[in-house]
């Protein structure tokens, strides 16, 4: 148990080390505000280190590490990368595919609970859709056809309900 306790401690003093030592020689570096991610990041990165480290018992940490850990990385992508927080106008839709891969690891993690699987693809589903509508991969014509003919997912929807209610009673009966 010692040697689990030294590990984050001794990785954390390096990191200070090689950040004090590159200022002192000059190298420039990221401010503090352009590295803030790097906590929603780390708590991500540590549930998933201790959903392994404790024997992959703790299925709920999956879920935490990979959300956290991906919306860090996204946050990243914005504070140090090509993206810039005016994107989030257009690129909203990865939050709902970030929580649909979430439900999808918690689920590899858990295969059991099949009713994971229900946000899951829902989170995948509708992000999918919302980021190729968000970010116009179809050209505004089919935009402008999906934004009337949107009704026609409920009415799929429905008919389906009520087919699995029948389906259940004919069984049933």
Do not use: C, H
């Not at 306790?5 to 401010?31: E, K, R, S």
């Not at 929603?40 to 990165?45: K, R, S, T, V, Y």
């Not at 999956?62 to 990243?76: E, R």
């Not at 858990?110 to 989170?123: H, I």
């Amino acid at each position: 148990m010692r040697r689990r306790g030294a590990l984050f401690p001794g990785l954390l003093l390096i990191a200070l080390g090689l950040w004090f030592l590159a200022d002192a020689l000059g190298v420039q570096l990221p401010t503090l505000a352009d590295l803030w991610p790097i906590f929603p990041l780390g708590f991500g990165l540590a549930a998933l280190g201790g959903y392994f480290m404790q024997g992959r018992q703790e299925s709920g940490l999956v879920f935490t590490g990979v959300s956290a850990t991906l919306i860090g990385a996204l946050f990243f992508a914005i504070t140090l990368g090509p993206l810039d927080w005016g994107d989030l106008g257009r690129l909203w839709p990865l939050f709902v595919l970030i929580g649909g891969l979430a439900f999808l690891a918690q689920w590899l993690a858990q295969p059991g609970e099949r009713g994971l699987l229900v946000p899951a693809f829902l989170g995948l589903l509708v992000g999918g859709v919302a980021i190729v509508f968000t970010l116009n991969l179809l050209g505004p014509a089919v935009g402008q056809l999906a934004a009337k003919l949107w009704p026609l997912i409920l009415i799929v929807l429905g008919l389906g309900l009520l087919g699995s209610y029948f389906l259940r009673g004919r069984k049933a009966g």
